[in-house]
């Protein structure tokens, strides 16, 4: 029965992919609803810290977008990687790494992906390369920024004291040398670009010549409230650290009934901490820059919350259900293998990763699994980056963007559909992140 159960759970989730925006979610709804009528199957609790988290921190990255702090934090990127032309493969996926890891979200890598491409361009670099490990960078930095929600789930779910801190410790240098692993692999990949047939034969077009004499440099009004929404957004994540490296700076509220907030010494937890200090750096950033609330509410990234809250309920919620069911023969089967051989989890985590398309779905479905067979947080902590396969089937949005951008054509899909511009860095990345991970949580 668990197969069949299985491949109903692997469907939704393949046919939520597919369908894109909020597909996952509807279809992961949908499972749960076979489940519970099918199958009988007794409904886990929703993931409501998740969808918590993912509220809070996506409004105050989208006050910051109103604000101008986002334009700000762009236009600081985009001297960088202008000042260093000649060495874009390396310098690009680092400017997009620090500036994804400080707003916690990828998305930002929207507006420097044409200036990486432009760059390329005029210094005769193939734009597949740093356009490439570009992507894979701005996924890998949400494995350890205190404002994604994957972190702040994974926090959530170990229930330790110090465990921003301690993922923080682990995965930001790990995963830039996972990055750095990347540009080398990228560095020569391919032909150079005025050697690529493809690219000379589009050059035969007079139209396609001359537009690539065309720049994306443009000069963006900063407004003067941005400099200020960047700092208290700074603040924020300051605090969050704070707290999660001093738990005893958190008041106790007194000793009770656990709940969703506090726990049942009376300490509130990360989840609660993170929403309340979000949100408060959100208000401030409203009232002090004097920026209007509906701005805010028509912000893309705020707009974009609804689909992240739906795909994430449904999915989770699904899986939940399917693990909790199966709880004890999912353990029988897993807990000797990865007791032995607890590196084997990363492969799980990365799988479900690649169907999921989202850290924090991932997170909050395999995390639990893994605390439940006995793999220690250290380890946990090791394989965070592999929850970043979101880059192996070539239609999340970041990889798409990267593919448009690039007017050369070097970025692509391959004739099978997985061998595409972005597999090779990201399997690298990634695997040398969990590598490097596991070296250093050796020391926690």
Same mark, same amino acid.
């Given at each position: ?100 890891? #400080?707003? !916690?979200?990828? /998305? ?47 926090? !959530? ?20 040398? =996972? ?5 080398? @692999? ?12 493809? #690219? ?47 738990? !005893? ?43 209007? +609330? ?29 693990? /909790? ?6 353990? /029988?089967? #897993?807990?000797?293998? +990865? ?30 699994? =893994?605390?439940?067979? !006995? ?26 963007? +990267? ?13 099978? @559909? ?27």
């Amino acid at each position: 029965m668990i197969f069949v159960e299985l491949g109903i759970l692997l469907a939704m989730i393949l046919i939520g992919s597919r369908l894109k925006g909020i597909g996952l979610g509807v279809m992961g709804m949908l499972g749960l609803l076979i489940f519970v009528f099918g199958f009988h199957m007794k409904p886990a609790d929703p993931p409501i810290a998740v969808l918590l988290i993912i509220i809070a921190i996506v409004t105050t990255a989208a006050t910051l977008q109103a604000a101008g702090g986002l334009d700000y934090l762009v236009s600081l990127a985009e001297k960088i990687i202008r000042k260093n032309p000649k060495k874009i493969t390396l310098i690009a996926p680092f400017t997009v790494y620090f500036l994804c890891l #400080f707003a !916690g979200t990828s /998305h930002l890598v929207y507006s420097l992906l044409p200036i990486i491409a432009e760059v390329s361009l005029k210094t005769k670099i193939r734009p597949e390369r740093p356009l490439s490990i570009s992507v894979i960078a701005s996924h890998l930095s949400l494995t350890g920024s205190p404002m994604s929600a994957a972190t702040a789930t994974l926090a !959530g779910l170990l229930a330790y004291s110090t465990a921003v801190t301690d993922i923080m410790l682990v995965c930001i240098p790990s995963c830039l040398i =996972g990055i750095l692993s990347g540009v080398a @692999v990228v560095w020569k990949k391919g032909k150079e670009l005025y050697d690529d047939p493809e #690219f000379l034969e589009k050059l035969k077009d007079p139209q396609f010549a001359a537009s690539l004499q065309k720049s994306t440099e443009t000069v963006k009004e900063i407004k003067p409230s941005a400099k200020v929404a960047v700092l208290i957004f700074g603040i924020a994540i300051l605090l969050i650290v704070i707290f999660g490296a001093f738990p !005893g700076l958190i008041p106790n509220v007194g000793e009770g009934t656990p709940g969703l907030i506090v726990n049942a010494d009376g300490s509130v937890n990360l989840t609660g901490i993170i929403v309340m200090v979000t949100l408060s750096a959100a208000a401030l950033i409203m009232l002090i820059t004097k920026t209007s +609330a509906i701005e805010v509410a028509k912000m893309s990234l705020f707009t974009s919350m609804a689909t992240a809250v739906v795909s994430v309920l449904g999915v989770v919620w699904m899986s939940a259900t399917f693990m /909790h069911a199966n709880e004890a023969v999912i353990e /029988h089967v #897993f807990k000797d293998i +990865a007791a032995v051989y607890p590196f084997t989890f990363a492969f799980a985590l990365f799988f479900m990763s690649t169907l999921t398309f989202s850290q924090a779905a991932t997170t909050r479905i395999m995390m639990p699994l =893994g605390l439940s067979i !006995g793999i220690t947080n250290p380890h946990l902590l090791a394989m965070f980056p592999s929850v970043n396969g979101d880059f192996i089937l070539p239609g999340y949005p970041t990889l798409v963007a +990267a593919m448009d951008f690039d007017r050369t054509g070097t970025t692509k899909i391959g004739k099978y @559909v997985v061998n595409h511009s972005f597999m090779i860095p990201g399997i690298v990345s990634v695997a040398t992140a969990v590598g490097v991970g596991f070296l250093i949580s050796s020391f926690l």
